[in-house]
């Protein structure tokens, strides 16, 4: 059974840095992609990133790119969100969701992924 769990949200300045973990079990993490999404408030649901627990291989959507960096801990089952220079507008539910295979941004751009943890609350504060 697929679990993903996300953490470490939090209330934080903008300019500032956080953060997030999703730990997952239940599956042989390494042939995984892990992706990460997010949704604010009254907007849809868009992804954020993701990475092939397999090779280390990332994927950033542009609005991201060079602030959040996502990596792993394959030995943990760990993938972590670090976001720096954060801005009001990343305030949102971060989700981290889970399929068999690789990082791609089509993946992303449609939110194939077949398993979903709950969020966490990132509020970036002006």
């Known amino acids: 059974d697929v679990q993903l769990q996300a953490s470490g949200g939090g209330l934080v300045q903008a300019g500032g840095s956080l953060r997030l973990s999703c730990v997952a079990s239940g599956f042989t993490f390494d042939d995984y992609a892990i992706g990460w999404f997010r949704q604010a408030p009254g907007k849809e649901r868009e992804g954020v990133g993701c990475i092939s627990s397999s090779d280390g291989s990332t994927y950033y959507v542009n609005s991201v790119k060079g602030r959040f960096t996502i990596s792993s801990d394959n030995a943990k089952n760990t993938v972590y969100l670090q976001m720096n220079s954060l801005k009001p507008e990343d305030t949102a539910v971060y989700y981290c969701?889970?399929?068999?295979?690789?990082?791609?941004?089509?993946?992303?751009?449609?939110?194939?992924?077949?398993?979903w943890g709950q969020g966490t609350l990132v509020t970036v504060s002006s």
């Open positions: 969701a889970a399929d068999l295979g690789y990082c791609a941004g089509s993946r992303i751009g449609k939110a194939d992924f077949g398993s």
